[in-house]
């Protein structure tokens, strides 16, 4: 780009942005046709200056962190609640974390309780999301198993699980995102150490997504495994994504209508293995290109794919078990969810392969009728799957958002 006044510095600061964006195309790494949509962009390009003013609201009637752009920088985390903790304190803690969330994303330091650390002193909100949900378990501590949804059964085992006990489930779930790392980590903090006595640290990850700005033109975020990624996530302007994805204004449990249930999974990649793979191999795999995501049997990355097209061998153009086949609605009985992962690097591992790939995390109305399905479908044939372990797994209830004066899960615990 250039600057028509020859401000050359400034023409430096003014980038256009793009997002990262929601999801990717197939349940596990995007680019199916299916299990999930169209990646949301941002609506316009925005200068550079701009990202650390951008705001989302904490209060409305979805919570914040499931519609909106994926940011470049996120922190997951599950706390259980201490022993002895119960109903009240779960209450008193759920409060005081709400207001702390409010504060932070219109760009405010927290108030009461621990003093300000001063992290995030002289930045804006940075599009700072915090989401909250409820495990299985948090059910059985608060005692109100009786109100648990059936939704939260556990999710069976499949195949390719190599899953961490440690690092999977959990009472409470806290997911945060912002465009501005230490943004994020401030968020993160502050809610930890507001959870003093009342609950304690099970697990956290830390993901990344392209930053805003980072390309010329606004385009779908790629993998670590250097796919386009999110061709295929529900729009907000498709008529059945409310149905998809928040569960209804009538739904049961009460407590639970506008909210949504978010299945989270810790997924390595054998980077080293796949990038053996000749490109030709890797888009085979996929059913997709590489440079741009179009489908193998021609377009470009928007082009819906053409599951019946044969080349001039006579054979499927896309293989039998390609990732976007295999994740098709139409291979999955309509199964949908709204993908929105983030990247991990978590460094080397001791036979120096990278310990990097998906913080998968999928919204659904119902994840046994969306994730269960999909993933069933993936575990009986997907070429992806040689290529990735599950190592960590979860399942949580995110209820609907919070009015102006309540907190997140009032309707629950106060119901």
Do not use: C
């Amino acid at each position: 780009m250039h600057d028509d006044d020859n401000n050359s510095s400034l023409s430096r600061r003014r980038l256009l942005g793009t997002a990262g964006a929601a999801g990717a195309a197939g349940l596990v790494l995007g680019t199916a046709g299916g299990a999930v949509g169209h990646t949301a962009l941002r609506d316009a390009p925005t200068a550079l200056a701009s990202v650390g003013s951008s705001a989302v609201p904490f209060h409305g009637r979805h919570q914040a962190g499931i519609t909106q752009p994926a940011q470049a920088h996120s922190h997951l985390a599950a706390f259980d609640l201490s022993p002895g903790a119960g109903r009240r304190e779960a209450t008193a803690l759920l409060r005081r974390w709400s207001a702390i969330a409010a504060r932070l994303a219109a760009g405010e330091a927290p108030t009461g309780g621990a003093p300000d650390t001063g992290v995030a002193l002289d930045a804006g909100p940075s599009s700072l999301t915090v989401t909250f949900g409820f495990g299985r378990t948090f059910f059985d501590r608060t005692g109100l198993a009786a109100r648990r949804p059936k939704e939260l059964a556990p999710l069976p085992e499949f195949s390719a699980d190599a899953l961490d006990r440690k690092r999977s489930d959990g009472d409470l779930w806290v997911q945060i995102g912002a465009d501005d790392s230490l943004v994020a980590f401030h968020a993160l903090r502050a809610l930890q150490r507001e959870s003093g006595d009342a609950a304690r640290l099970r697990w956290q990850m830390t993901g990344f997504n392209r930053s805003p700005g980072a390309t010329a033109d606004p385009r779908t975020t790629r993998n670590l495994m250097g796919q386009v990624d999110g061709t295929n996530n529900p729009k907000l302007t498709d008529p059945d994504f409310a149905d998809r994805v928040f569960v209804p204004s009538d739904g049961s449990p009460g407590w639970m209508r506008d909210g949504s249930y978010a299945v989270v999974r810790r997924i390595r990649m054998l980077l080293d293995d796949w990038e053996e793979q000749p490109l030709a191999a890797q888009e085979k795999v996929i059913g997709r290109r590489k440079s741009d995501g179009a489908p193998l049997t021609g377009g470009v990355e928007a082009t819906p794919v053409d599951l019946d097209k044969r080349g001039s061998d006579g054979l499927p153009v896309i293989a039998a078990d390609a990732h976007v086949r295999v994740t098709a609605p139409e291979s999955n009985g309509g199964a949908a969810m709204l993908r929105r992962p983030f990247s991990y690097h978590d460094g080397f591992r001791s036979d120096g392969a990278p310990d990097a790939g998906l913080l998968f995390v999928a919204w659904q109305a119902d994840p046994r009728r969306a994730f269960v399905t999909v993933q069933r479908k993936l575990d009986r044939g997907d070429a992806l799957s040689k290529f990735l372990r599950h190592e960590a797994s979860a399942l949580f209830a995110v209820p609907g958002g919070a009015r102006e004066g309540e907190y997140v899960g009032q309707r629950l615990l106060e119901g």
